[in-house]
Nanobody, 124 residues
């Protein structure tokens, strides 16, 4: 089974840039579908971005053009980047993976493989 490890979170000043990383390791199956979700206290886990290797990407309505998902297949890594951060971005960000496309990529319950998350805190 593949393991996912997120990194890059922490305390970020508002207006600065952010880049999160998710490294996949230990699996024998190629997980070509990767996604980012986020969850703030008292909120549901929200869909942020989706990447299908060699096919394309999709973003959730919550992103509103502020995030970019990309990947480096040679490093088994998917990234999530944002510029000019705002306080409402603060949350725990989770990486997810699947060997096939879930019926509804926006629904977090359709994804079975998750990382432990990396927390993003925004200061003014």
């Amino acid at each position: 089974q593949v393991q996912l490890v997120e990194s890059g979170g922490g305390l970020v000043q508002a207006g600065n840039s952010l880049r999160l990383s998710c490294v996949a390791s230990g699996g024998t199956i190629t997980y070509t579908r990767m996604a980012w979700f986020r969850q703030a206290p008292g909120k549901e886990r929200e869909f942020v971005a989706f990447s299908w290797r060699g096919v394309g990407v999709r973003y959730g309505d919550v992103v509103k053009g502020r995030f970019t998902i990309s990947r480096d297949d040679a490093k088994n890594t998917v990234y999530l980047e944002a510029n000019t951060l705002k306080p409402e971005v603060a949350a725990v960000y989770y990486c997810a993976a699947s060997p096939t496309t879930p019926n509804n990529i926006n629904n977090s319950t359709r994804w079975c493989i998750w990382g432990q998350g990396t927390q993003v805190t925004v200061s003014s």
